[in-house]
C-alpha cells in the first residue's frame, strides 16, 4: 500500500486535496465510526446521526466507484478512539505513508500526528482547500497587529476576493449594515415563512437512527425530527431552497425570536458547510446572484455572507492562532457549574426553556438564541468556561471544535480576556424581552432586578456589573454601560448581589442529569 487515507466524519468534501494524487490500484481510505467522538461530550443523538449518516452516504459513493474503502461502522470493531483505531491499522497495513486533511480539532491533529509517529509511518497533513483562508493565510493577517478584529479581517477578505464589492468600493458603499439586521417582530409575529426544505430519511439514513437509538440510548435529545441534508446534492437543494424563500427576509430578522418559531429566516446549512457538504464559494456565490438579479436586498445578502465569509473563516483562524491555550481560558475567573437543566430545558425561564427545549428536539438554536439567551444566561451566572463548551459541543448538530470553541470560549463567555471580542456580550432580560415574544407569557419581569417577579437575567446583568466593574469601568467600550451602576444605591446594589447570590445556590442544588 502507497497511501492510506483517512477521512474524517467533517471531511466529506468531494474535492478534497486528498484526491490529488489517489490512486485506487495504490492506495487505501479509512473511515471509521468511533464511539468516543460521541462520549468524549454527551453528544446531542441528532448530532451523532448527522456524521454518521453524513459519512455513510460519503462511503457508499466511494464504494460505488470500486474503491480499497476500509469503513469500520459502529459497533462492528473494537475501537474507542483515533489512537487505538490507528495504532491497530498502520500496524497490519503498514502504508508508506499516512495521509489526511488539516483535521477541524486540535486534539484530534495530535492524536494523528502521534499515532504515526508510534508506528514509524511517515504523515501528510493537508491543506483544507474547503475554507476560502488558510491557516498560513489567516497567521499572515494577524502578524503584527495588536487586536484581531472580524471587522477588520472581513473588509480584507472582502477586497482579496473580489465579494460585494464594486471595484475597490463595497458594494452601496458601506462594508457592514448590520445596524439594519436587528429588527424584531412586532406583536403579530413573523407571519407565515416558507418552512425549510425537508430531506426524507433513505435507507442509509434510517439504518443510521436506528444504530444511534440503539447504540446511545441514555445520550440527550431527540432523533424524531431529523431531516438534515446529508450529500451534497440535498445540500445544493437546501441551499437554493434558502435563496428562493427566507434570504430576503434575513437580514432585517437574522436576531429575532419568537416561541414555536425554529428557523424563521435561516438557511439550516450551517451542518452541511461545516461537515463540507457545500463549499462556502457555491454558497457566496449564490447569495451575490440573487443581489443581482434583485431577489434580495443588500441588507439581507451583505449580513448572510458576513457569516460565512466573515465569522466562519475569523473563528477558524482564531483557533488555530491561539490552541490549545484556548481550551483552557477564563478570564473572567468563572466557577459556577453549568446548571442540571442545561441538559432537560426544565426552568421556569420561559426563553431557556424554549431554546433549550428547541436545541433538545431539533440539535438546532439560531445564533441569537445561543449567544444571548443560553450563552449570555451562563456568562451572568458565572458558569465555567470549559464546561459552557462542552455543551455548545454536544447539542448542535453543525458543532464542530473549531468553529464552536471560538465562539463560545471568546465571543459568548468572553474567557479569552478581548482576544476574539472587544467587550463581553452581556445584557438584561430587556434584550431578549426586545427580541422575541419569550417575556409575554414568563412569569418574571424583565424590568425588575428584585423581588420574586425579578428576571433573573436582569438581576444577574447588574450582579455583573457590580462584580466586573474593576475590569469594564474604564474600557472604551464599556465605560458608558458601567456607568449605569450610579444609578443604584449601595442598598440597592447589595440587594442585588444578595438575590443574584442566591439564585446561584439554587441552580447548583439541583440533580445533575449528565451521567
Known sequence: MRYLILILGDQLDRQSSVWDDFDPAQDSILMAELPAESTRVWSHRARIAMFLAAMRHYAAELRGKGWL??????????????????????????????????????????????????????????????????????AQWAEGRRELRM?????????????LMDGTEPVGGRWNLDAENRQSFSAQGPGWIAPPRRFAADAITAQTLADVAAHFPQHPGSLDAFDWPLTPQEAETALLDFIQHRLAGFGH????????????????LSAALNLKL????????????????RRAPLAAVEGFIRQILGWREYVRGLYWQRMPQYLDDNALGAVEPLPAWYWSGETEMRCLRECIGQTLQLGYAHHIQRLMVTGLYALLLGVRPHEVHEWYLAVYVDAVEWVELPNTIGMSQYADGG?????????SGRYIQRMSNYCSQCRFRPDRAQGDDACPFTTLYWDFLIRHRQRFAQHPRTALQWRQLGRLDAATQAGIQAQATAHRLAQREARPHKP
Open 69 to 138: 474503502l476500509r469503513h469500520y461502522r459502529l459497533g462492528t470493531h473494537p475501537h474507542q478512539d483515533f489512537a487505538a483505531l490507528l495504532a491497530a491499522e498502520l500496524a497490519t497495513l503498514q502504508p508508506q505513508r499516512l495521509r489526511v486533511v488539516e483535521p477541524g480539532e486540535w486534539g484530534v491533529e495530535q492524536a494523528i500526528v502521534t499515532a504515526a509517529q508510534a508506528a514509524g509511518v511517515p504523515l501528510d497533513i493537508l491543506v483544507d482547500r474547503h475554507f476560502l483562508v488558510s491557516k498560513a493565510a489567516f
Open 151 to 163: 471587522e477588520h479581517f472581513y473588509r480584507h477578505q472582502r477586497r482579496r476576493l473580489g465579494v
Open 253 to 268: 430578522y437574522q436576531d429575532a425570536m419568537w416561541t414555536g418559531e425554529a428557523w424563521l429566516f435561516h438557511s439550516r
Open 278 to 293: 457545500i463549499d462556502p464559494r457555491r454558497v457566496i456565490q449564490a447569495a451575490e446572484t440573487a443581489l443581482r438579479e
Open 419 to 427: 482576544y476574539m471580542a472587544s467587550k463581553p456580550y452581556c445584557a
